[in-house]
């Protein structure tokens, strides 16, 4: 199940990584983490193929399915990432500024 959790998980960031690229997103921060966990999946797969030499238990599966789940919200919900578009709704603090903490 482990080979099987890096296979999609790995399909999904790498979807992300070429909307950012095709969007002008990889100088982000989210670009330089996604890739790293990127990285860091593909030297588990190594190890987890057969015979597998290392598991990735529970900690390393919850923590892929939240940074799956804040990925697939922040760019991939409702289209956000091509639309180029961002609300200045007050109750919407999506685009909160990460340096002075203010909403948009």
Known sequence: ???????????IIVICLISLIVSRGFATFDYMVM???CAALI?????NW???KMFMG??????????LAYIGI?????????SGSKSNDAADCSGIDRFHYSCC
């Open 43 to 47: 030297g588990f797969l190594f190890f």
């Open 1 to 11: 199940m482990d080979g099987i959790t890096t296979s999609v998980s790995l399909a």
């Open 35 to 37: 890739l790293g966990i």
């Open 58 to 67: 529970d900690t390393g599966s919850q923590f892929i399915g939240m940074f």
């Open 50 to 52: 057969h015979p597998s």
């Open 74 to 82: 922040k760019y991939l919900w409702n289209g956000t990432l091509f």
